[in-house]
T-cell receptor, first 113, second 117 residues
Framework: AQKVTQAQTEISVVEKEDVTLDCVYETRDTTYYLFWYKQPPSGELVFLIRRNSFDEQNEISGRYSWNFQKSTSSFNFTITASQVVDSAVYFCALSEGYNKLIFGTGTLLAVQP | GAVVSQHPSWVICKSGTSVKIECRSLDFQATTMFWYRQFPKQSLMLMATSNEGSKATYEQGVEKDKFLINHASLTLSTLTVTSAHPEDSSFYIC?????????????FGPGTRLTVL
């Protein structure tokens, strides 16, 4: 069965520190998609990235970067030089057939000034 | 582009009443919409998949008679919580999948916070 594990429930860092959020997934599908979403206190989900299973190239977008390793079934997310505005809950998700999304339990990131 | 709205953004109701939540895709057509529920400090759990013009597909453990879903047009899906009880209090989020667009990219609404007294 498909499953997404985010072992870190809460992380607290001081501003300007780098932080990595871990995501491990399980799936029997050969074609699948992985996502990261940010959920600030307002509750609205903010899409960050979508990655398909055939594209293992790492991606960088500003202070954000993602490391996809099929060999370890991991899709980790790093924020460089964290800022207070990065404080939120971050969800990793896996798409199942028919576009259903399976979400991890989320990691609450608190960035202290 | 790709904006999804939900109405209302929050609602408080008495136990036993029914509440309707609307999910609209504002600038695109969506043949498929999804409804999620999120309890405080928990993850999003898919409740049902709604396809325009057909019956919704409910996830295991979700009562279809309690959570009525209607997807009458390509831009609107509604979730009605019937005979709501305090345990139904939650954050309900919808998402929409563009018709003919990129698969596996759902656009999420801002959510509706339901409190049942």
């Amino acid at each position: 069965a498909q499953k997404v594990t985010q072992a870190q429930t809460e992380i607290s860092v001081v501003e300007k520190e780098d932080v990595t959020l871990d995501c491990v997934y399980e799936t029997r599908d050969t074609t699948y998609y992985l996502f990261w979403y940010k959920q600030p206190p307002s509750g609205e989900l903010v899409f960050l990235i979508r990655r398909n299973s055939f594209d293992e190239q790492n991606e960088i977008s500003g202070r954000y970067s993602w490391n996809f390793q099929k060999s370890t079934s991991s899709f980790n997310f790093t924020i460089t030089a964290s800022q207070v505005v990065d404080s939120a809950v971050y969800f990793c998700a896996l798409s199942e057939g028919y576009n259903k999304l399976i979400f991890g339990t989320g990691t609450l990131l608190a960035v202290q000034p | 582009g790709a904006v999804v709205s939900q109405h209302p953004s929050w609602v408080i109701c008495k136990s036993g009443t029914s509440v309707k939540i609307e999910c609209r895709s504002l600038d695109f057509q969506a043949t498929t919409m999804f409804w999620y529920r999120q309890f405080p400090k928990q993850s999003l759990m898919l409740m049902a998949t709604s396809n325009e013009g057909s019956k919704a597909t409910y996830e295991q453990g979700v009562e279809k008679d309690k959570f009525l879903i209607n997807h009458a047009s390509l831009t609107l899906s509604t979730l009605t919580v019937t005979s709501a009880h305090p345990e139904d209090s939650s954050f309900y989020i919808c998402s929409a999948l563009p018709a003919g667009g990129l698969a596996d990219t759902q656009y999420f609404g801002p959510g509706t916070r339901l409190t049942v007294l």
